[in-house]
């Protein structure tokens, strides 16, 4: 009897049904052995050691105490026990450093010596499980000092500052190395917000009375350009020495009664060809975003959405960022489209993408349907597992379709000494979008009759319309996954639960689908930014990643290298922080965000009131503040007015948050 060790259950029972008699599959349940914690029993050499709390011998080449998880003490037993009586044991955990590490970890627990057999998939199918078992190698030890080298990493930045954390800022706080920079990016973005200064301007469109009839837009007056967002600095005033003019209520609505009494002259028509490729098949990243935007699914939900797919063997392997396809798949997917749109959709050639990540690894396919690519109507999935699973599926064809082709016409009017623009778009060959459209339906896509130079026409029904330079926008949790992969933070397969972390601390919130940084959040990231900005840096993040790519291809000593980023860089900065309470100023409102035990607090006039879990600092206008103070705030899910606190003292009660964080006591201290 030979045993295979997967990852999950789920998976076990899928490869037991394909590998059949003579195999026995079972699961460990991730990993099996860890750095120890302060409820683990520490081996007897090492209880009195100086490194014994970090589980770390920075002073012995960082050689990491590992201990075996109390939670899979019962699971550890079974597997030695299954182990003991097969006559092979083939370690089959998931293909990357992170499975590569578990897949380690279970050979010396079941002392399988280091000709352990190690066998990788990229699906779950019967044939590409047949082909993994019937071709083992061993284990690969560049990614296991990888993954134990982020590990390492791990457990020394977080084990340095969040202690600095609970002193002081209070409370559970925690500050990753991978959080910590994410945090930093939603951070930045909000401070934007929050010093923006927003300007008014007018816009005037018109509907130009042709057949059929369009809508044009102003864009000059005597020949002066009308001003639009893009005038505006990121602070929101207009860009100086720009020569536009601003038009202010008044001013629209007289050009709007002009216009009604106008004729427009098209004075030019410019056409040109539009070819719009399919995006390539999904990655890790990829999926999320997509997910997020067509499903309004977020990341954490996608990525075990996505496991659960995978485990069924509907998809294949979740954690890549590399759009490559194989040959194989190509001709599944092209066989597919010309089984429901015919040959004539299909180029004359498979497509193939290259990432454009430099930090992907390319040794796994893009997320793709597997075996034989189910129709998703034939999985009997429901819900959102189906709609996933569809994405997927529908992704993966669309890669492999013509091109969508069309046409744009630009027009110029000319009304009096007012410039009027109109565009539309014409699809004339649907292509890929027959099945599958990557971009929003844009209100400026009209379609426009042919016109010649010198035609005219009447107007009608001018309207004018107020808008506002707009502050940088927040990040959906699709739009921040992009964030993350642009700056090289963290790894696909962390993203869902980078953010996850960031919302259980009370860090961020989702308002709205979109990622809020709490005034908790804020007073963190400001503290770690002074006190440690090594930590929170988006390209040393990224750095390091990078870095941890060449241990994995034994192109850098795990040693030298943390040598250098803990002895030359983090445990110098952590040394030198100081523990001052973190304050963020709100100018605007002559007021002062700071925090106490773990709570944050608003500082007014010198004396302090504990903000409520779910008052964000966009909620802090004016009229908040002043009902804050006064005790006479409600908020949004309270029944009765937050009860008056005296000398600024912090209520001891406990607070129920509106997020995912668990009910906790404030603290006692006043914010003051």
Known sequence: ????????????RKIQSYLGAGWQVRACLGHVRDLPTKDDTLPDKYKDAPFAKLGIDVDNNYAPIYVARKD??????????????????YLAADPDRE??????????????????????????????????????????????????TRRVLDRLAGYGVSPLLWKAVGGPQSAGRVQSAALM???????????????????????????????????????????????????????????????????AAQLVEYLNRQQAVVSAVTLSPVVRRPPPPLTTSGLQQAANAKLKLGAAQVTKLAQTLYEQGLITYIRTD?????????????????TRFGPSALPKEGRQYATKNQNAQEAHEA???????????????????????????????????????????AVTLTAGVVTLHASGVVLTEKGFTALYDDQDS?????????????????????????????????????????????????????????????????????????????????????????QVPQLVNAEFTAQMEGDLDKIASGQLSRVAYLDTIWKGTLHPAI?????????????????????????????????????????????????????????????PKAKSPTPKRTSGAVSSKKRTTTGPTATKKSSKRAVK
Do not use: C
Not at 1 to 12: C, Q, Y
């Open 72 to 89: 899979k003490a019962q699971t550890i037993r079974d597997l030695r026990d299954a182990a003991k009586s097969a006559d092979a044991v």
């Open 185 to 251: 990016l939603l951070s930045q973005r909000e401070q934007s917000r929050l010093s923006f200064v927003p300007s008014a301007f007018w816009r005037v469109g018109v509907t130009v009375k042709s057949q059929p009839a369009f809508k044009a837009q102003v864009t000059a007056i005597r020949g002066v350009a009308l001003a639009t967002a893009a005038s505006f600095t990121a602070s929101g005033q207009l860009k100086p020495g720009l020569n536009v003019t601003q038009l202010d209520q008044e001013k």
């Open 367 to 409: 997320i793709r349907p597997a075996g034989k690519f189910a129709l998703p109507e034939q999985t009997g999935l429901s819900g959102d597992e189906l709609a996933l699973y569809r994405l997927v599926y529908e992704r993966t064809l669309a890669s492999q379709m013509r091109d969508a082709v069309g046409e744009k016409t």
């Open 1 to 12: 009897m030979k045993l295979l060790i997967v990852e999950s259950p789920a998976k076990a």
């Open 322 to 338: 590399s759009p490559h396809l194989s040959d194989e798949a190509i001709g599944l997917a092209r066989e597919a489209v010309a």
């Open 575 to 635: 040394h030198a922080a100081k523990l001052t309470a973190p304050r963020y100023a709100l100018p605007q409102l002559n007021a002062v965000l700071e925090v106490r035990g773990g709570i944050a607090g608003l500082v007014v006039s010198g004396q302090g009131v504990a903000l409520p879990d779910n008052v964000l600092p966009e909620d802090l206008t004016a009229q908040t503040v002043a009902a804050l103070m006064s005790g006479t705030f409600t908020s």
């Open 99 to 148: 499975g590569e590490s578990i897949a380690w970890h279970l050979s010396v627990l079941l002392g399988l010596g280091k000709d352990a057999l190690r066998v990788t998939y990229q699906e779950i199918t019967e044939r590409a499980i047949r082909q993994a078992v019937a071709h083992p190698r061993t284990i690969d030890f560049n990614l296991v000092a990888a993954q134990e």
């Open 442 to 530: 844009s209100e400026e896509e009209q379609t426009l009759p042919k016109l010649q130079v010198g035609e005219r026409f009447a107007l009608k029904d001018a309207k004018a319309e107020e808008k506002k330079s707009s502050a940088p926008g927040r990040f959906t949790e699709g739009k921040f996954v992009q964030v993350m992969e642009k700056a090289g933070i963290g790894r696909p397969s962390t993203y869902g639960a980078t953010l996850e972390t960031l919302q259980k601390r009370n860090y961020v919130a989702l308002r709205n689908r979109q990622l809020h940084v709490t005034p908790l959040g804020l007073l963190v990231a400001s503290y770690l930014m002074k």
